[in-house]
DNA sequence: TTGGTTAGTTCAATTAATTTACTAATTCAG
DNA sequence: CTGAATTAGTAAATTAATTGAACTAACCAA
């Protein structure tokens, strides 16, 4: 997918080697079981440098054996697994209207899971909230001896691309925030890299980092919940999360869908956010702001004047779709927040107009798989989480 | 602008000093004039590393030494710059109605420009003629001598990401062409590295490459022609053209921008290329489909009607700005195609609507600049050679 | 002229990958 | 059961890149 590759920056002997620690760990990530000599056809590396570069893995405990490998014809192979047992990876994910944070191993595997119900109010308090919850989870028996490898943090807004400055979370009506400043002066007690990024452009890199097999060349998360984001990883030999000059790219809620249309509270008229976000499908319904979409829909879902609502708000996430598939061609998509939960009422639409509108040139090409994340509680935590250890990986 | 880089493939030490030889070359192609000193303190390299480096290149013919730069206190370093005179970057832009060829310096010069009239044909007839255009030009005095790198063929449709095939190109009624194979059977006596991309991410990566000063840490560039198409450079220490998976990155012209509009060549209604495209306009004018477009507007330029069609194409080229913008976020955006040539008439509207209705947070950030090329005849044949370039530096 | 400062080179030292030769473990044929 | 063939992995010497320290070079100012 990328051409082109113009380094302008230069690297030392300890980069390469952390080059090569990364691909070796990469391959053991997307290939588990491989053996030193799958690895060294991969990546072209000998296998003299595989094999050093694995037993320091293995003196580290970020990789572990496993059973022997036939191969048809000569000796076995010896597997080569993430070691699941010595790190962990924590992330935490500020919603509009909860806390969710993850505990996960080096193969993504859950070793907590937490759910606060509390809706963010001013910064200081939620991330006061958020370290005493981290300060006590710690202690679980679940992570308990665990080397801690870092906390990635996500929040509903754009985070600038140079600093890790929320910039702007209209859903909590935060601005501008040094959200990890915050944090540490907030009594949070925890060693390793801290990270904060865009839900949505966390929760892409966790589906592409975590995904089970041979990752897809390419990903696009779209997140649709009280608001609407997305986020890309691109490049097949050093993956990307592009944020933007302005740590804007992804915020597809405001694009134009229809110009002239309705007023949306970014100052533009016709933004997809008018028609379809949670904040769109209330003010439809004629819900109150605070209203159990998920709830009040199941009880009405009989009624014809619900569907229509959710068919059209559907049909506006599949213009959204057919949009980002045109601008970004991602190899995958996903989609994922809260409006999934709504079931098929509203995907359906979505999922049907993207199918029938794509030019011939798409619908030529090889299909293109869409996952749909129906429960994404914790997609955009342990996105943060995989962020944390691509990081990590790096600093060995 | 790009974040969580977590590398898949491994490299050697041949790697690391092609890493290196290339940062030194991106440095001095910034910064003409920079000294050893300068660019270790830049680069991180020590000033071993780079003098021995720069050694290298001198000796290669890819840099040569200028005036003495005195600096205050110290003795003054030596200006390095790239060298002009020692090699040619050629580059070939098939364009709708015409094809294009440049020759280039290392600083992006224009040794050559040649503008061949005629419209493509067939594959074999065109790829016949630009063979033997570059096989008479290469004979040229003004290139003599030089030792050729490559050439950089850039075509008016999407190209495969993974191999150099054109996979359709509706305004010359190509498909599935893989056209430099065609052009080698066609004669081409060229040594040096072989590229096709797309029109657009050529031009990207074009005016990213050679941009004067430092170049912005992200571009689009949107050329607005026949049709309408769009490419990216993104990144900043790895600037990458990403393609998409299946090479539609960037074609925008049919994004949907009035659902249920008018119907498309495409298949769909209401694509951005039914508001805002070469044949569009002439469509809204009722012009005939290859009129000269600049000549007619021009001779009525004063009736109403055609200014009305213009401004509506401008409007619809500003939401797609827009809608561009709040999807990828560029540092810069560049305007090129021939539709330019038609001026304020079409252009004001389009700045104007970018302008009023950026979002909040888009107009509290800094101005994004929006450069205008009114005549971008040579824009895309020289990216071409651009991305020469900059493979060449890999493989020296 | 001398001391201070910055630019650039030289060369031994360091470090990471490679090469070559080796050992190890398995299958298969006889 | 034995030995040849095959593949996996290790060990040690080698190669090739960056580095560090010591050096020379060029300029300024007092």
Redesign the pocket.
Known sequence: MVSAFSPQS?????F??T???SAVISHVRRYPGA???????RT????????????GLLDQGWLCEGE?????????????YLDDTHHVLWGADIGVKSLRLVACSLTGQHLIEHHDAEAPTTPEATMKRLAELLNQLQQRPEVAGREILGLGVTAPGPVSPLIPVLRLAPNIRWSDVALLDVLDEAGLTMPGVRLLDNEANAAAFGEFYFHAGTPPESLVYISAGTGIGSGLVTGDEYPLVPRGVQGLLGEIGHTVLQPGGLYCHCGNRGCAETLVSGWAIRAALGLDENADLEKEVGLKSHEPGVQHVLARAGEALGVLMLNLHHTLNPATMVLGGSLLRLGEALTQPALAYFEAHQNDLLRESQHIPIKLIEDSTYTAARGAAAQVMAKAVLDV
């Open positions: 230069a690297g030392d002997l300890n390469l080697k080059l090569n620690r053996t030193r000599a799958d690895i060294a056809s072209q590396l000998t296998k003299a440098t595989v094999g050093s570069v694995v037993q022997l490998q036939p191969r048809g014809e000569g000796r076995p192979g010896r597997a080569l």
